[in-house]
């Protein structure tokens, strides 16, 4: 592939850890070649205006459903990247519950196939077991040669403790990451969203918040026996919260990450029985979203993952009992959590925990590759060209329709946002500029 041309990112806050200074940004043959006030323009540069906008490091996604193999009526690879790219992600996490799933080596080198030349990174997760089917482990190992390094049955917990157990004591010795989707199965019986106030008004039938926290503290006890680290998906309960800290503060080798959904709305928004608002974990009352909020303020944590999950309007359009759970996220997903945090965290601490962050948790930051191959940042001199060049203060109003996805499953539709991505840069690419695809 022919280099690209120079891009100069003229006019912006450089954001580096959490905090913002005003610099331009020159890129040259795919890495960061200069930062600083009025740099010199090379020649033949292309140059991005950031007025008023913060310039991050790309956005990394650890929760993306990317639907391919199988699904492609919902998402494909390339939808589903075009619509990260618009959300200023570089590198996102694709998650193994396709059909067939991804607990192969053949499985992930078709995802990687099909990766190649989107517009941002595609890290393919595995199934820790043999068709998400909770009964015997997937090739950790082989898997990990190939570079897999997050594995998850995501879209279900693994309930048998004793195989997870035994995917630890694996994991311990490979450079990679369980992550647990925390829903015992028998608990949650079949429920369709919050058990609480708002399902006994509604008449539907709820999942406890005990469904995740009793798998949860069991994982952490699992976690302390095997000595290995683990990632909690999609954490929805201030139960959970008061758990995972405590867990932290004995030192468990834990990281965890919320949705932006489930900081921003409540299972109150169920009361249209609009099964936009059915997702898996159920959206939660107040109390809880204060809480996933002040952990994420307060780093109890990490990070804030999509769990983009597109589905087709023949599929969601169904009573809300009979619907697949899942929203739409990587367009949204940066102006919903920096309006539901606005007060709390400013826009540069909430793009730490969407950059460097999740980098770390997908073992792509610069502790885990060399720097010029890194995801999420920091931007130095060196640092792989991957941006996100974010407006705080542009407002937009979120069209289902306009969305890059091929789904349109947004619980957003119709809401004014406050802050934009106007331009993602990949591997020295723009990919996207002023809001809008490149190519
Ligand atoms: O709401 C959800 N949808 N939660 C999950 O865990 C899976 C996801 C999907 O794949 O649709």
Redesign the pocket.
């Known amino acids: 592939m022919p280099e690209p041309p120079p891009v100069v990112v003229r006019g912006g806050r450089v954001v580096a850890g959490g905090r913002a200074r005003r610099a331009d940004v020159v890129l040259i043959g795919g890495v960061v070649a200069a930062i600083g006030p009025d740099v010199a323009v090379p020649p033949g540069a292309v140059v991005l205006d950031a007025g008023g906008c913060l310039v991050s490091p790309g956005l990394v996604d650890l929760h993306a ?1 990317l ?1 391919q193999p199988g699904h492609e009526e919902a998402e494909t690879l390339a939808s589903g990247c075009r619509a990260a790219a618009l959300g200023g992600f570089t590198a996102i996490v694709a ?1 193994p ?1 396709t059909d067939p799933p991804i607990d192969s080596a053949a499985v992930v080198e078709e995802v990687r196939a099909l990766a190649a030349g989107q517009p941002c990174e595609v890290l393919v997760a595995g199934a820790i077991t043999v068709g998400r089917r909770g009964e015997r482990l997937a090739p950790l190992r082989e898997l990990a040669a190939l570079g897999v390094r997050l594995f998850t049955d ?3 917990g693994v309930q048998d403790g004793g195989l997870l157990l035994r995917a630890l004591e694996y994991a311990r010795g490979l450079p990679v990451v369980l992550a647990e ?1 925390c ?1 015992d199965a028998a608990i949650a019986g079949g429920g369709c969203m919050h058990e609480g106030a708002w399902s006994a008004r509604l008449g539907l039938p709820g999942v406890p918040a005990a469904a995740e926290e009793a798998m949860l503290a069991r994982d952490l006890a699992l976690v302390a026996e095997a000595g290995a680290p683990m990632h909690f ?2 954490l929805s309960t201030r139960g959970s919260i008061g758990l995972l800290a405590a867990a932290r503060a004995r030192g468990l080798p834990v990281t965890a990450e919320v949705t932006p959904h489930h900081l921003a709305l409540t299972d109150a928004a169920v009361q249209g029985y609009d099964p936009v608002f ?4 159920p959206l939660r009352p107040e109390a809880d979203v204060d809480a996933l909020r002040r952990a994420l303020a307060e780093g109890t944590v990490d990070a804030v993952a999509t ?1 983009h ?3 087709p309007p023949e599929a969601k359009d169904r009573p809300f009992e009979e619907a ?4 739409l996220g990587l367009e949204t997903a940066l102006s919903v959590t920096v309006t539901a945090l606005s007060g709390q965290l400013r826009p540069e601490q909430v793009l730490a925990r969407m950059t460097e962050a999740p980098a770390a948790i997908a073992r792509v930051s610069p502790a885990w590759r060399p720097r010029a191959a890194a995801q999420g940042g920091p931007l130095v001199v060196g640092a792989a060209a991957h941006l996100c060049v974010f407006d705080p203060a542009a407002t937009w109003t979120v069209d289902p329709g306009a969305l890059a996805s091929r789904s349109a499953n947004t619980p957003f539709a119709g809401r004014t946002l406050t802050g934009r991505v106007r331009h993602t840069v990949y591997a020295g690419t723009p990919v996207v500029v002023d809001a809008e695809l490149v190519g």
Do not use: C, I, T, Y
């Not at 059915?278 to 974990?281: A, S």
């Not at 697949?324 to 929203?327: L, R």
């Open positions: 459903h639907r998650m519950n995501d879209g279900a989707h829903e998906l999609h059915k997702v898996n974990p769990d999950a597109p589905h697949p759970p899942g929203m």
